[in-house]
C-alpha cells in the first residue's frame, strides 16, 4: 500500500492531498483498509461499532424507521455502508416483529470485502445490494458512522495565508508537507472564519466537501423521505472551537486509538469528525428539511431503548446501553440528524432536547 502510493505521488508532482491519500488508505482496491479483507469490526477488530454492542441499538432505531413508515408512502430503508451487516439484521427483525416489516431493503456498500461479510450475516434476509443511488426513493434512509470515513483535506493557518497539508514520499517514507490553499480551499476557511472568528496561526484542522457532495447527492434521489445521520461530530462552532487546535483526525488498529494516519497505510482506520452545521446548510441547499439534531443518548432513550430494559437486565446488557448512553461513551460523542423532505412533525427520537439552535 505505502509502495502504491508513493508511486501515486510521484505521479501527481511530488504533492498528494490528503484527501486523495485517505482515499487511497481505506479504499484502494485490494489493498485499502475496506477493501483488503481481515477483521475491523468488534471486539477482535480495530474498533466496536453500536450495532456490535447491542441489538438495543437496531431496535431503538425500529421505533423510528416504525413511526416515519406511519407518515411516509412507502415502507422502504436504504442503509449506506451497512458495516458487518448487524444493523440491517437486527432491525428487520425488530420491524417484523412490530408488523411493519420494510417493503424493501437496500445497502449500498462500496467495499466488495464488506459487501460479501454482509451477504453471510444477512442470509435469506430480504435485503438487495445496490451499486448506485436509486431515483425517486420514498423511506427511510440510514447512515451509521459513513461521513467521519469520507477523505478530507487538512489545513493549517500560516503567519498571513492558509496553507493546504498534503503527503509527500521521502525515500519510501511518507511525510506530511504544505502548500497554499487554493481558492476553493480559501473560501471554505473564509467561510468557517466568518462563523468563529479568525482561526490562529498554526491552528490546524480539517474539511469534508465531501459529506456537502453526499448529502446533495442523496437530496436529488429523494422524494418523501426520512434521513438519519448518526455520527461523531459537533456544530461548527464546536469542531473549530480554539482548543481543537489539532482538528479531530483519529486512526484506530487493534482496539487502540492513535492520531498518526501515515502509520501503516491500508491496515488503520482513519476518520474525522462531521461538521453537522455543514451538513445542515447542504440538506437545505438540495431542499431537505432539517427536522433533528441531538445526541445518541437522547435519540436513543427518545425511541424508547431504557423500556426495553424490563425485569432485572443482566450486567452485560446494562453495560452495553451504558456504552451507548453515557457521556463520557458515545452517548454524547456521536450526534443523529434528521434530515426529511415531506415530513412536517418532529420525528420520535428528537421530541426531546433537540438541539438544532445550536447548528
Request: charged share 20%; glycine share 10%.
Amino acid at each position: 500500500m505505502q509502495a502504491r502510493i508513493c508511486e501515486r505521488i510521484g505521479q501527481a508532482g511530488a504533492w498528494l492531498s490528503f484527501a486523495d491519500y485517505m482515499q487511497m488508505a481505506l479504499y484502494e482496491p485490494g489493498l485499502g483498509y475496506y477493501d483488503a479483507g481481515g477483521s475491523k469490526f468488534g471486539p477482535q477488530g480495530d474498533f466496536v461499532t453500536a450495532p456490535e454492542i447491542s441489538p438495543l441499538f437496531a431496535r431503538a432505531i425500529a421505533a423510528q424507521v416504525a413511526e416515519a413508515f406511519g407518515r411516509l408512502p412507502a415502507s422502504q430503508v436504504l442503509e449506506f455502508g451497512a458495516g458487518t451487516g448487524a444493523l440491517a439484521r437486527d432491525l428487520i427483525a425488530e420491524l417484523q416483529r412490530r408488523g411493519c416489516a420494510p417493503s424493501a431493503y437496500y445497502i449500498v456498500e462500496v467495499s466488495a470485502d464488506l459487501r460479501a461479510r454482509q451477504q453471510r450475516c444477512l442470509g435469506t434476509l430480504p435485503v438487495t445490494w445496490i451499486g448506485q443511488l436509486p431515483q425517486h426513493f420514498e423511506g427511510v434512509v440510514i447512515a451509521n458512522e459513513v461521513l467521519d470515513v469520507l477523505p478530507v483535506r487538512l489545513f493549517v493557518r500560516g503567519q498571513d495565508a492558509m496553507y493546504e497539508r498534503g503527503v509527500c514520499c521521502e525515500d519510501t517514507d511518507l511525510q506530511f508537507c504544505v502548500r497554499p490553499a487554493d481558492p476553493g480551499l480559501e473560501r471554505e476557511l473564509a467561510a468557517i472564519e466568518s462563523v468563529v472568528g479568525p482561526l490562529a496561526q498554526g491552528y490546524g484542522s480539517e474539511i469534508c466537501p465531501l459529506a456537502t457532495e453526499w448529502i446533495l447527492s442523496l437530496a436529488r434521489c429523494l422524494q418523501r423521505a426520512l434521513v438519519l445521520l448518526l455520527d461523531y461530530g459537533f456544530p461548527r462552532r464546536e469542531y473549530y472551537h480554539p482548543q481543537r487546535a489539532m482538528g479531530t483526525l483519529m486512526c484506530h488498529y487493534r482496539q487502540r486509538a492513535h492520531a498518526d494516519p501515515l502509520w501503516l497505510p491500508g491496515l488503520n482506520d482513519i476518520t474525522a469528525h462531521v461538521d453537522f452545521s455543514a451538513c445542515a446548510q447542504a440538506a437545505q441547499t438540495g431542499g431537505l428539511d432539517v427536522l433533528g439534531y441531538t445526541s445518541q443518548a437522547n435519540f436513543l432513550i427518545n425511541c424508547g431503548i431504557l423500556e426495553q430494559l424490563t425485569g432485572a437486565p443482566d450486567p452485560a446488557l446494562l453495560g452495553a446501553v451504558h456504552r451507548l448512553l453515557s457521556e463520557a461513551e458515545m452517548g454524547e460523542l456521536v450526534k443523529v440528524m434528521a434530515l426529511g423532505r415531506g415530513l412536517d412533525a418532529v420525528p420520535l427520537g428528537f421530541t426531546r432536547a433537540d438541539r438544532r439552535h445550536r447548528l
